[in-house]
């Protein structure tokens, strides 16, 4: 059996972007992920389909699992020989526990590593606009822990910490604001002291509450700050109103789910996360090729049949030409061939193998390719669709309609993703830049309730499937474009930013 092992990750504070490359690299090779519930569900949605995930999450009076069994847990994983990953919110050895969970591997002589996180202490004020140190408010920064060990009473020794100069930061301590504020002012500080309470930091969700040490417990109350959230306390709380920055953002208030093929998520996402977003990464789709398929091997050996190649997606696009080259078929062979792209991702696809594309419509859709092929095949001349089993049908009808000569050749699936287990608690909208990521999302949903959400739609065939799924607030791109979609999401979340 080979050797098992732990990484211990920090997960940070929510914003997806704050997860360690390390910690992400760790992540996609686990074979088992247990998880708290401050882990935020972009991070949870990286977890790599095939690792078996357990939620393990602690909340106040309410604890999935004792950590005595989470520490067992850890070692019977890693003694099967499994790569075993402990993720955490914020940083693990700061008021993570995680010194304690390594203290029964250690003891076993099972090999374990520490991935360390951004600490939700530091992260969260700076996201609300509060540096935690500055030469002309503090010069250090204290970190202090509000919640009670089970079956301990370890007061907080307010006296101390009224004394001290620097930026006072709480963690855990929502339940105990008012006692924290009060503890301070009977101790001798002042009672007009800034003071901030930041609930959700770093996610589309954050709310900061900035008052000072008398009223701050109401003005919490008032705006219903709930748990997570960080407490700060000293001078440094006076610079939030100056500093101010996530909101600002274009899409600094919105979470937004990105349904696109896993392989191809990345770079819409990073668009996104770019302007602001909270964005929560939800496969709904992926590409299979079609291993066994004469017809395709076939169709690769007799291309001097064919005079166009016109491709419907960038997914096809990879998969020919790696057929192509798995068959050791020269690209030379091509030479006589023109080329079509449904748009400009399938259109960059094709090019990266060093072939230009002849054409490519202007509305990125199947009617429009097929319409714009019918004007430049000439009748005797034959294209050839190497695409998906169950690709749209309008575009062979055009041909056919036209008396165009083609030939449809399957050379991938859309397999839709299984349903997950890791959904936001709440969303303002869903992007799809397909049909079929429509269908696929809404599998994946199975029963959970989403037509509130709003669609943003890459062309009229997606808004349609949309429509026709329960979305009653479809918003379609002007264009068929993902830099065009991305535009028309910033156009909107702005407009319902502002009606707020």
Same mark, same amino acid.
């Given at each position: 059996?080979?050797q098992?092992?732990?990484?211990?990750v920090?997960?940070?504070?929510?914003d997806?972007g704050?997860?360690?490359?390390?910690?992400?690299e760790?992540l996609?090779?686990?074979d088992?992920?247990?998880y708290?519930?401050?882990?935020?569900t972009g991070?949870l949605?990286m977890?790599p389909?095939?690792?078996k995930?357990i939620n393990?999450?602690?909340?106040?009076?309410?604890?999935?699992?004792?950590?005595e069994?989470?520490n067992?847990?850890?070692?019977?994983e890693a003694q099967?020989?499994?790569?075993?990953?402990?993720?955490?919110?914020g940083?693990?050895?700061?008021f993570?526990?995680g010194?304690?969970e390594?203290?029964?591997p250690?003891?076993?002589?099972?090999?374990?590593?520490v991935?360390?996180?951004?600490t939700s202490?530091v992260?969260v004020?700076?996201?609300?606009?509060?540096?935690?140190?500055?030469?002309?408010f503090?010069?250090s920064v204290?970190?202090?822990t509000a919640?009670?060990?089970?079956?301990?009473?370890d007061?907080?020794?307010f006296a101390?910490?009224?004394?001290?100069?620097?930026?006072?930061v709480?963690?855990?301590?929502?339940s !105990?604001l008012?006692s +924290?504020?009060s @503890?301070?002012?009977?101790a001798?500080k002042?009672a007009?002291?800034?003071? *901030?309470? #930041?609930?959700q930091?770093?996610?589309?969700?954050?709310?900061c509450v900035t008052a000072?040490?008398k009223t701050?417990?109401?003005?919490a109350k008032?705006?219903?700050?709930?748990?997570?959230?960080?407490?700060?306390?000293g001078?440094?709380c006076?610079?939030a109103?100056?500093f101010?920055w996530?909101?600002?953002?274009p899409l600094g208030?919105s979470?937004?789910i990105?349904?696109r093929?896993?392989?191809?998520?990345s770079?819409?996402s990073k668009?996104l996360?770019d302007?602001g977003?909270?964005?929560?990464e939800?496969?709904?789709i992926r590409?299979e090729?079609?291993?066994?398929n004469?017809a395709?091997?076939?169709?690769?050996?007799?291309l001097h049949r064919?005079?166009w190649?016109?491709?419907?997606?960038a !997914?096809?696009?990879? +998969?020919?030409f @790696?057929r192509?080259k798995k068959?050791r078929?020269?690209i030379r062979?091509? *030479?006589? #061939?023109k080329?079509?792209?449904?748009g400009s991702?399938?259109k960059?696809a094709?090019e990266?193998?060093?072939?230009l594309?002849d054409y490519?419509?202007?509305?990125?859709s199947?009617q429009?390719?097929?319409?714009?092929l019918?004007?430049?095949?000439?009748?005797e001349?034959?294209?050839?669709?190497?695409r998906?089993?169950?690709?749209?049908p309008?575009?062979t009808?055009?041909l056919?309609?036209?008396?165009?000569?083609?030939?449809?050749?399957p050379?991938y699936?859309?397999?839709y993703?299984v349903?997950v287990?890791c959904?936001p608690?709440?969303?303002d909208?869903?992007?799809f830049?397909?049909a079929s990521?429509v269908?696929?999302?809404c599998m994946?949903?199975?029963?959970r309730?989403?037509?509130?959400?709003r669609a943003?739609c +890459?062309?009229?065939?997606?808004?349609n499937e949309?429509?026709?799924?329960?979305?009653t607030?479809?918003?379609?791109?002007?264009q068929a474009?993902?830099d065009?979609?991305?535009?028309t999401i910033v156009?909107?979340?702005t407009?319902?930013?502002?009606?707020?």
């Amino acid at each position: 059996m080979k050797q098992g092992k732990i990484w211990l990750v920090g997960a940070g504070p929510g914003d997806t972007g704050l997860l360690p490359l390390k910690g992400r690299e760790v992540l996609e090779q686990a074979d088992v992920v247990l998880y708290d519930h401050l882990v935020g569900t972009g991070i949870l949605n990286m977890i790599p389909p095939s690792a078996k995930k357990i939620n393990v999450g602690k909340r106040a009076g309410n604890h999935t699992m004792p950590q005595e069994e989470i520490n067992l847990l850890l070692l019977s994983e890693a003694q099967k020989g499994k790569r075993v990953v402990r993720l955490k919110g914020g940083d693990p050895f700061l008021f993570g526990r995680g010194g304690e969970e390594l203290e029964l591997p250690a003891s076993q002589c099972i090999p374990f590593e520490v991935v360390p996180g951004v600490t939700s202490a530091v992260s969260v004020p700076a996201y609300a606009g509060i540096p935690v140190t500055h030469r002309d408010f503090a010069s250090s920064v204290h970190i202090i822990t509000a919640h009670k060990q089970a079956g301990k009473d370890d007061p907080l020794d307010f006296a101390v910490l009224s004394r001290l100069k620097g930026t006072l930061v709480f963690l855990m301590g929502v339940s !105990a604001l008012d006692s +924290i504020c009060s @503890g301070l002012v009977q101790a001798g500080k002042a009672a007009d002291t800034p003071a *901030a309470i #930041l609930e959700q930091g770093t996610t589309a969700r954050q709310k900061c509450v900035t008052a000072d040490l008398k009223t701050l417990p109401q003005k919490a109350k008032q705006a219903n700050i709930q748990a997570p959230a960080v407490i700060v306390v000293g001078n440094v709380c006076t610079l939030a109103k100056q500093f101010t920055w996530a909101e600002k953002r274009p899409l600094g208030q919105s979470r937004i789910i990105v349904t696109r093929p896993r392989r191809l998520i990345s770079s819409f996402s990073k668009k996104l996360r770019d302007l602001g977003a909270e964005v929560i990464e939800l496969p709904a789709i992926r590409t299979e090729e079609i291993l066994e398929n004469p017809a395709f091997d076939d169709q690769l050996h007799h291309l001097h049949r064919v005079h166009w190649l016109a491709f419907t997606s960038a !997914a096809g696009a990879e +998969i020919f030409f @790696g057929r192509l080259k798995k068959q050791r078929i020269d690209i030379r062979k091509l *030479a006589h #061939l023109k080329f079509a792209a449904i748009g400009s991702a399938t259109k960059n696809a094709i090019e990266t193998y060093g072939i230009l594309v002849d054409y490519t419509p202007k509305q990125y859709s199947a009617q429009a390719l097929a319409q714009g092929l019918v004007r430049q095949i000439r009748q005797e001349e034959t294209v050839l669709l190497p695409r998906a089993a169950e690709g749209t049908p309008c575009l062979t009808e055009i041909l056919k309609k036209r008396n165009i000569s083609y030939i449809d050749l399957p050379i991938y699936r859309t397999v839709y993703e299984v349903p997950v287990s890791c959904l936001p608690d709440s969303a303002d909208a869903v992007a799809f830049t397909s049909a079929s990521t429509v269908k696929g999302f809404c599998m994946a949903m199975q029963e959970r309730p989403f037509s509130h959400l709003r669609a943003y739609c +890459i062309g009229e065939q997606t808004a349609n499937e949309a429509k026709k799924a329960g979305f009653t607030n479809c918003i379609t791109a002007k264009q068929a474009t993902i830099d065009a979609l991305v535009h028309t999401i910033v156009e909107t979340e702005t407009a319902e930013k502002e009606r707020k």
